[in-house]
């Protein structure tokens, strides 16, 4: 039985820790803000509340980063400087070149690392057929942790940078052409030529199109630091950041419908014109 | 019956002229190259060689530019320096802000303008549903000439750069998304991570992907200027121009498949490595 380790579950987060229960393995957690949410979701997954990161990183022999881009070194900074030993698995939406950054810092402070990038929605299923990719040396034994979970798992290599570039590229197109589409039907509606767009397109791709771009606007404004991770990640190729940073451009503003998305489409036009 | 002009007849070109002798129209052409190319689709066209520029803007009634965007202005220039006083119709894949300089000069030069987009590929048959689009306040009158041709017209409104706004939002998508996955894989193959994004995408996405990213190279080099022409129209709308430059930057390096396009994926991905 192995002790995980889960700081500030978020709805994926959560839902991740509620896999690793699964092998019956014991999941932490620990959260300083404890928003009723965060409770409910712990409650939930049966993590157990470990009351604060210091307990949670002594008792844990692997701990999980499952946050937004934005806070992934601030997740390994408060684990380092708990003193953790163990393997610290970087499962966040990251450009490679930063995980390795990563990567440098848990492994200079005597913690092994591990490369993670997750597609999909929650786990809560194994039908959701989410994907936890890994890469690492020590990527098999966290696969492991997870066997016959809802959980899926796939270890990409032995090299870290392989399980967050994965993520990157697979991410570049489901959001790049959601970005792509919206900012289309917001010139269109601009140029007053959408219906004329809407009919050469035909009603199948039309109403395809505004359920992805209406149906995205709950997610755009946390999608904006993923779109400059993917940015970073084709210009560390040595390819245009062009589409990526135009797409956290479109998603930025957006960002009002976090709380209450978009019923319609027109919803969405009305607030990019 | 009408005399329509055309200069410089391409693959495009001389399949719009063509449909313009479906009605008895009569249809010229000119070009200072001459190619054998040239000749044979003009032949093939019914169209009726007139030995100059200067003799088909002196005969014609109506004008029709269809050539790459680049070029644009340059035949528009050549049609007012031959004192062209007939109706001027700029069907080019260009920016509407760049249609409404054109129609500027060719007013001022005494002649009429019509906004146009040619959304499809050449017109040969009806079946293969190309559409012209047209707007400004002539535009019926030249969508007429068409009646029952195998080039479908659609007037799109009164207004000067409707058309070429169409045109421009709808190529947005197929081949921005074209250069996305183009790229796409690009950046996959080059962080070793192509084969687990393809089982992730699925043998049928993965499939379709491969065959657009391939057969499009052919034709790469010519979208290099409408991507412009695409970004110049999101920025002229106050959106990012970042997709359409990164697409104008990928197709750019695939320039050298003009006469030799790729057979395979790999072929493609060699040659951005």
Not at 179 to 205: D, P
């Amino acid at each position: 039985m192995t002790t995980i380790g889960l700081i500030h579950p978020g709805a994926m987060g959560a839902s991740v820790g509620a896999a690793g229960t699964h092998n019956q393995h014991r999941v932490l957690w620990a959260d300083a803000d404890r928003s009723n949410e965060t409770r409910e979701r712990a409650t939930r997954g049966k993590l157990e509340d470990c009351n604060s990161v210091a307990n949670l990183v002594s008792e844990s022999d692997v701990i999980l980063s499952v946050c937004p881009p934005h806070a992934a070194e601030d997740v390994a900074s408060e684990v380092i400087d708990c003193g953790y030993k163990g393997i610290f698995v970087e499962g966040n939406a990251i450009a490679p070149a930063r995980s390795h950054v990563i990567a440098d810092r848990i492994t200079a402070a005597g913690a092994r690392f591990v490369d993670g990038g997750i597609i999909g929605g929650p786990a809560w299923q194994a039908e959701a057929g989410t994907m936890f990719y890994l890469s690492g040396v020590d990527a098999p034994e966290i696969a492991a942790l997870f066997d016959g979970s809802p959980l899926h798992t796939s270890v990409v290599s032995d090299q870290i940078g392989s399980a967050s570039a994965l993520k990157m590229v697979f991410a570049a197109y489901t959001k790049g052409s959601t970005a792509l589409l919206t900012t289309i039907l917001a010139v269109a509606e601009k140029q007053g030529v959408r219906a004329n767009l809407e009919q050469q397109w035909g009603e199948a791709f039309t109403q395809k199109t505004h359920k992805q771009v209406a149906g995205n606007t709950a997610k755009a404004w946390r999608f904006t630091g993923e779109m400059e991770e993917i940015a970073a990640t084709f210009a560390g190729a040595g390819f245009s950041d062009g589409f990526h940073l135009a797409a956290a451009d479109i998603f930025s503003r957006l960002k009002d419908f976090k709380d209450t998305p978009a019923t319609s489409i027109d919803q969405v036009l009305d607030e990019l014109s």
